[in-house]
């Protein structure tokens, strides 16, 4: 049986579970407002860690006026982006692993680099971040390519131990088709969740399933303005710089959004579980993750955004990207030989 190195395996595999770790923390990181704990990069302040004595704390806040040191923010600023360095070299190594293995049969020899150029461009969108002050297109670019590299990770995993023949649901047409559209709408939803958030558009509507004060539609949700992606730079976005009509035109979408993701990616779970077997349980893997994705995103207008809920939102995101890639490699399955 062709297959990986095994370390290959098992280092892809703690890679998978340290980007996870590491969209989640960031996302902890958004939520407390601290993406500018650090306002320069890739220190904080200067400095390799956070200022901590008087002396170093009094030379920060004279360099940067305008952001003064909350040490707090910073250590969960600089935690990020240590534990992402971390990743970033571990993917290297990955990259020269497979390098070094290349005549081994079975084993991933582009796909390797390809994740390295991802997370070398994530590391470029991180820096944008901070330096162009929460830009939110750049904030959603940075969010979509922590759950991509995720993804990538997860994929080259799978693809490194061919499946059993039990557990292969290939020459399906139809549900290869369904499996498209699943994975484009939960992209598509993923980067609208993206935009509400950085936009501090969450709360825009208070109430549900209706707007606000029982209204379904308002009738002034700024549409034109909600969705322009590009503001120039020199603006500070922390807190978001949009009026309410436009942010209540944010979270209107997201929220049909979300009602196409439950009937597409309803419909591609009920299609996984009747392909039997290891589809069966990916199926319900699926529907179970899209059920508890909604819940949270429900109970987070409901009680207010409460911190917890909106972590676990956000790794929700990442559990349904998840089970869709491992699904995609159901039914295109390596060979056995």
């Not at 909600?226 to 730079?233: E, K, M, N, T």
Request: glycine residues 10%; contains cysteine.
């Amino acid at each position: 049986m062709h297959q990986a190195h095994p370390w290959f395996y098992r280092l892809s595999l703690a890679a998978t579970t340290l980007a996870l770790c590491v969209i989640v923390l960031g996302a902890w990181v958004r939520l407390t407002d601290a993406g500018l704990g650090c306002p320069d990069w890739p220190g904080c302040y200067g400095l390799i860690d956070v200022p901590r004595t008087a002396e170093e704390i009094a030379a920060a806040n004279a360099a940067f006026p305008e952001r003064p040191v909350e040490v707090g923010k910073g250590w969960r600023e600089m935690i990020h982006r240590y534990l992402a360095g971390i990743l970033g070299l571990l993917i290297l190594g990955l990259a020269v692993f497979a390098w070094r293995q290349r005549r081994r049969p079975g084993q991933p020899r582009r796909l390797p680099w390809i994740i390295l150029g991802v997370v070398t461009f994530q590391a470029i969108l991180g820096m944008w971040t901070v330096t162009w002050q929460l830009k939110p297109v750049v904030v959603m670019a940075h969010l979509l390519g922590g759950l991509l590299t995720l993804s990538l990770l997860w994929w080259q995993t799978l693809r490194s131990r061919p499946l059993p023949a039990a557990g292969r649901l290939g020459g399906r047409p139809q549900l290869r088709l369904l499996l498209a559209a699943g994975l484009t709408v939960a992209i598509g939803q993923i980067a609208l969740g993206g935009w509400t958030s950085t936009n501090y558009a969450a709360l825009a509507c208070n109430e549900f399933p209706a707007c606000s004060v029982g209204e379904w539609w308002p009738d002034d949700a700024d549409f034109a303005e909600g969705f322009v992606l590009w503001r120039g730079l020199g603006v500070n976005y922390e807190f978001g710089v949009l009026d309410h009509p436009a942010r209540v035109a944010i979270h209107l979408t997201h929220r049909l959004g979300a009602v196409v993701a439950l009937i597409v990616l309803g419909a591609l779970a009920w299609a996984l579980w009747r392909a039997g077997g290891a589809g069966r349980v990916v199926g319900l893997a699926l529907a179970g993750a899209l059920v508890l994705q909604i819940s949270l995103g429900v109970g987070n207008v409901v009680y207010s955004l409460p911190l917890p809920m909106a972590v676990a939102h956000n790794a929700g995101a990442a559990l349904l990207l998840l089970v869709l890639v491992t699904a995609i490699h159901l039914v295109r399955p390596l060979p056995t030989s």
